[in-house]
């Protein structure tokens, strides 16, 4: 089946430095791209949309300028957090639809990226 | 895009069978049901998917009423390895794609 991975898992940092994580698609195309961030025991919130070749769409309440996306092609989105802080830290999930359909394309999970900063 | 209600948490035993309902009163025409599993520490994994009555796979069914206000997530005869967060998503088209919004979900545990 399709499979989106995630890297790296796991990642620890230094407050005030920068992360990328990385989530591709592995044998399917993704137009579309959708980033998550989770904290203990809470739900997934969604952080923004990704769309390969143009600009992120962002949610209400979080910072563009601190989480910069990247899709620069079909089967790579990229998150970076920049100027880490320790309340950045949580497990950051991406997405990936496969399938022309927006109502009915399936969704594929990556593993999630767990970021903790010191 | 429409909002969901399900119960917080659910206990179960081994062997039994498990409903889940979801409450999505102002779904719209368009919009599709699909539920996922996720494990603590990992990405949520696809169960099932619907837009009305019955659709059953190899892991649960899924049951829609006549009027979509709600749906039941059926699992049958539960393991212990299905402890876990199910959530129920509804949504559809829009200028952005399929945006997936995460309700609360429910805390499944099964016990031996």
């Known amino acids: 089946g399709a499979v989106v991975s995630q890297h790296p898992s796991r990642v620890i940092c230094k407050s005030g430095t920068s992360v990328k994580i990385e989530c591709r698609s592995l044998?399917?195309?993704?137009?579309?791209m959708f980033w998550y961030r989770q904290f203990p025991k809470q739900s997934l919130m969604l952080m923004a949309t990704?769309?390969?070749?143009?600009?992120?769409?962002?949610e209400q309440g979080v910072e563009k300028d601190k989480f910069l996306i990247n899709h620069a092609s079909l089967t790579l989105s990229t998150l970076t957090v920049t100027s880490a802080h320790p309340e950045d830290s949580s497990f950051y999930i991406c997405?990936?639809?496969?399938?022309?359909?927006?109502?009915?394309?399936?969704?594929?999970f990556g593993e999630g990226s767990r970021l903790t900063v010191l | 895009l429409a909002k969901t209600t399900q119960p917080i948490s659910m206990d179960s035993y081994e062997g039994q069978e498990v409903n889940i309902t979801c409450s999505h009163n102002?779904?719209?025409?368009?919009?599709?049901i699909t539920w996922y599993q996720q494990f603590p520490s990992q990405g949520p994994r696809f169960i099932i998917q619907?837009?009305?009555t019955k659709v059953t796979n190899e892991v649960a069914s899924l049951f829609i009423p006549a009027d979509r206000k709600s749906s039941t997530l059926s699992l049958p005869r539960v393991s212990l390895s299905d402890t876990a967060v199910y959530y129920c998503?509804?949504?559809?088209?829009?200028?952005?794609?399929?945006?997936?919004?995460f309700g609360a979900g429910t805390r499944l545990f099964v016990k031996a």
């Open positions: 102002n779904i719209a025409t368009n919009d599709y």
């Open positions: 619907g837009y009305k």
């Open positions: 044998d399917f195309q993704a137009t579309t």
């Open positions: 997405s990936a639809r496969r399938g022309s359909s927006p109502n009915t394309g399936e969704l594929f």
């Open positions: 998503l509804v949504g559809g088209a829009n200028t952005g794609g399929f945006k997936t919004i």
């Open positions: 990704s769309n390969e070749g143009s600009k992120a769409t962002y």
